[in-house]
């Protein structure tokens, strides 16, 4: 049985068929679209899908964004706005004519990860950092999804009380420090204007002003780390998301996390599904489900 597995990211939009086995037999991308509007986000998801018509039986979604009911509200307006109340799975089920499930993506990708892991460990928690930072936490074996979906959104803890205020109404969230859209805000001079993308490339050729900002982003992600290894004691931490993936990011995160106390260090790794991890979570959350 094929899915259509979807991620809806701050910067990019993804869609691919799975099979059973996990497979990824074609994949599709697209820039998210720039005006943040439900219809352009209609017309996006349109464009994205139509090469799968007919070729899956059911939809999986993993999208950035709190997900409660099918239904997608950004917390950070600034990387999905517009979409107070997007019917997401409402709109897919239409345009493929078939059952859908959506998810947040840093939780859909926590699950991917968690099950890459054949059981080595009950408790683990998945941070991307990417358009933003989000995570997903796996407890006893099981994903937390809360309530109303917001389980998970560590990227909106405090990493600076004096810092720039972020899109959720907070001000210092770890994600307007350490996200790409929080690297390349902090640019200044030659830097200002560019994308984190391109700030880290400058950083690896040893640009200094360019590895202050991704020095300060990982720093950043590991204090976090800190901080969730206090709350759920996690047995490792996987790291997934453009930023998170980047080459070097991952072990400048570990140094810092190293000058913490050692009760606070955990493994880090990276995501072994890369940066198909939304759309595997997702498709296997759906599996799993019976849909
Ligand atoms: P999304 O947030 O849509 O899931 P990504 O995971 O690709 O998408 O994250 C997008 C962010 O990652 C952007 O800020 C972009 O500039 C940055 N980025 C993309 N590629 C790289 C790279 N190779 N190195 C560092 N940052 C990158
Ligand atoms: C934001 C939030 C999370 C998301 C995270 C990573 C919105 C629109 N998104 O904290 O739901 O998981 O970004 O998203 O409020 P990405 O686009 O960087 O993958």
Same mark, same amino acid.
């Given at each position: ?7 809806? !990211? !701050? ?157 959720? !109404? ?29 700030? /880290? ?46 080459? #070097? ?6 140094? /810092? ?20 991890? !939304? ?10 489900? #019976?849909?």
């Amino acid at each position: 049985m094929m899915t259509l597995a979807i991620d809806i !990211g !701050g910067t990019k939009l993804a869609a691919a068929l799975v099979d059973n086995r996990q497979q990824i037999t074609e994949r599709h991308t697209l820039p998210t679209p720039a005006s943040q509007t439900p219809d352009a986000l209609n017309s996006a998801l349109a464009e994205l899908i139509a090469p799968f018509q007919g070729r899956a039986s059911r939809v999986a979604v993993a999208a950035t964004g709190i997900i409660r009911d099918g239904v997608l509200s950004a917390l950070n307006p600034d990387n999905l706005g517009g979409l107070a109340r997007y019917p997401l799975t409402e709109t897919l089920s239409r345009l493929t004519g078939l059952p859908c499930l959506a998810v947040n993506d840093a939780q859909a990708a926590a699950w991917a990860e968690f099950r890459a892991l054949s059981g080595a460990y009950s408790e683990m928690v998945f941070l991307t950092v990417s358009t933003g930072v989000g995570g997903g936490i796996i407890c006893q074996g099981k994903l937390l999804t809360g309530a109303g979906g917001l389980a998970g959104h560590i990227g909106h803890t405090l990493a600076d009380p004096h810092g720039p205020r972020c899109g959720c !109404g907070r001000t210092g969230c770890v994600e307007v420090i350490a996200s790409g859209r929080g690297i390349a805000a902090a640019a200044t001079d030659e830097l200002q204007g560019m994308s984190a993308k391109e700030i /880290f490339a400058l950083h690896l050729q040893g640009h200094p002003q360019a590895g202050v900002l991704v020095r300060r982003s990982a720093q950043a992600i590991a204090r976090l780390i800190a901080d969730l290894k206090a709350v759920t004691d996690c047995q490792c931490v996987v790291l997934g998301g453009s930023v998170g993936l980047a080459d #070097g990011y991952l072990s400048l995160v570990e140094s /810092f996390l190293l000058q913490a106390p050692a009760v606070y260090h955990t493994p880090l790794m990276t995501a072994q599904y890369q940066h198909d991890a !939304g759309l595997s979570g997702a498709a296997l959350l759906a599996q799993e489900s #019976g849909l």
